[in-house]
């Protein structure tokens, strides 16, 4: 079993829908949850940081964390084409190694 | 606000030859990570310094070892250099006080190995 697991897509919607990326860990000592947001040829990008179980917004992303069923999700609302890129989750334990998924890509479909 | 930093941006070596990557970290961040991403995959974690020494390894052979300086900068070598490697080398950098451990990545390294 991987230690984060994600979906590598693609994931297609028209833009202005919701986009729904979803992320599952099996380290349950987890602490620490993050979305980096990754174009063609670039670093990661940290989007949004979630420590504890429920919502987190900012703007038009939500994350989402359910710890007991090691879960962590990411909502954009109102996808733009320039959201099209590759969405990667990581994982935490405090002062240990941070791990990512594959990624999933996302097309924005104008 | 200075963001890390990485030099250089593009790197092509042979087979068996030794690379120096080096990374600056944000302005306030005593603590940096290494992650190799090769293409179509997450960041795989090298390591992990502070303090000037390292803390914290992902399962990569002693071909990849690294240095932090008193400035919190940082090197990655890569001895021996194999096919294999050529990847996109990413430096990340946090400050070790922060409970979050939100992690900053610089622009990273192209490393081609012909």
């Known amino acids: 079993q991987k230690e984060v697991e994600q979906n590598s897509g693609p994931l297609s919607v028209p833009e202005g829908a919701i986009a729904s990326l979803n992320c599952t860990y099996s380290d349950r000592g987890s602490q620490s949850f993050f979305w980096y947001r990754q174009y063609s040829g670039k670093s990661p990008e940290l989007i949004m940081s979630i420590y504890s179980n429920g919502d987190k917004e900012d703007g038009r992303f939500t994350a989402q964390l359910n710890k007991a069923s090691q879960y962590v999700s990411l909502l954009i609302r109102d996808s733009q084409p320039s959201d099209s890129a590759t969405y990667l989750c990581a994982v935490n334990k405090s002062y240990q190694k941070v791990t990512f998924g594959t990624g999933t890509k996302l097309q924005v479909i104008p | 606000d200075a963001g890390v930093t990485q030099s250089p941006t593009h790197l092509i070596k042979t087979r068996g030859q030794q690379v120096t990557l080096r990374c600056s970290p944000k302005?306030?961040?005593?603590?940096v990570s290494w992650y190799q991403q090769a293409l179509g995959q997450g960041p795989q974690f090298i390591f992990q310094?502070?303090?000037?020494?390292?803390?914290q390894r992902g399962n990569f052979p002693d071909r990849f070892s690294g240095h932090q300086f008193p400035n919190y900068s940082s090197e990655l070598n890569v001895n021996a250099l194999l096919l294999g490697d050529s990847a996109l080398y990413l430096c990340a950098s946090n400050l070790r006080a922060d409970p979050t451990d939100t992690q900053y990545f610089g622009p990273g390294t192209r490393l081609t190995v012909l």
């Open positions: 310094y502070y303090e000037e020494e390292e803390r």
């Open positions: 302005s306030g961040h005593d603590t």
